[in-house]
């Protein structure tokens, strides 16, 4: 069934969807259900995700507590996958034994990416140094391992793409997740193969500005939506919720789908198969998603 993008708002607030809308399949490609912000209430997050066509998602892990937790969690939830890694902000905290523990947790078969990893000059949680070490470190692993990145960059003025250049034997599948960066940017990333994750920022009359212009340059077959949840709300749902979480990656998609002026029916399943493509999930096995609802 073909639904305008002016009746979508009314089809996302007024349950029940028409049965045939079932069709759409969405992956949230980045959150953290690993986070406390769902420790209360997450059978009624998965279920709202189901109902929002969302039927898998990539949990992310930040340190190597929250690395064990998004295995836990995928291991136990159909349609849940888990990346395991260090961020920036915690890098101050990482050594050699701690990377140690967290790459024996990619024995089990839910762990399709590394990450996430990469640079945030914004905050300055952990100092640079640090942060720059076990940026790179975490490459030569993820690489070792075969396993695609999930980098994040924030404020780094060039320094991350400065270090995957000097270190260009190592591979280069992965995700510049929530790109929020600048043109030249967006064209580097591309140039060495990497995909562009979008979040809700896209939806943000003032913040998303920018990127609603970059969004159109990206070939679709790089492009991922993804909601960072519990952070990043993306707007109309802001308005009522303070967290976000994976059932409001379809409104991302249907932003992404209007900037581009492309039909989200048309723009769904490729934005999938990317997904699965760059994770290595086997797309046809419908046994691995969430089920929509009966
Ligand atoms: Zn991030
Ligand atoms: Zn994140």
Partial sequence: MKVPVSGLESIFLNRPQPLNFHDMKIFDSHCHLNDDAFADDLP?????????????????????????????????CEGCWASVGVHPHDTAACSE????????????PKVRAWGEIGLDFNR??????????????????ASELNLPIILHERDSGGRLLELLRAHHWIGRR???????????????????????????????????RDLRQ?????????????T??????????????RRNEPAFVRTVLFKVAEVRQEAP?????????????????ANDREDAFLSPPL
């Fill in 228 to 241: 960072d949840a519990p952070y990043l709300t993306p707007t109309p749902e802001r308005n009522r919720h």
């Fill in 97 to 108: 034994s701690m990377l140690a523990r967290i790459k024996a947790l990619t024995a089990s």
């Fill in 124 to 141: 300055m949680h952990s100092p640079r140094a640090d942060q720059e070490r076990w940026f790179v470190r975490q490459l030569e692993i």
């Fill in 214 to 226: 970059m969004v159109p340059q990206i070939p679709i077959d790089r492009l991922l939506v993804e």
């Fill in 44 to 76: 009624q997050v998965l279920a709202r995700m189901s109902e929002n066509e969302v039927r898998a998602a990539m949990i992310v892990g930040i340190d190597e507590a929250c690395s064990r937790r998004a295995v836990a969690l995928a291991e136990q």
């Fill in 265 to 281: 029916e048309t723009l769904a399943p490729v934005i999938w198969d990317n997904t699965c493509r760059l994770f290595g999930i």
């Fill in 174 to 208: 992965g995700v510049v997740h929530c790109f929020s960066g600048i043109a030249p940017e967006l064209d580097q990333y591309l140039e060495m193969g990497f995909y562009i994750g979008i979040t809700g920022i896209v939806t943000l009359a003032a913040r998303g």
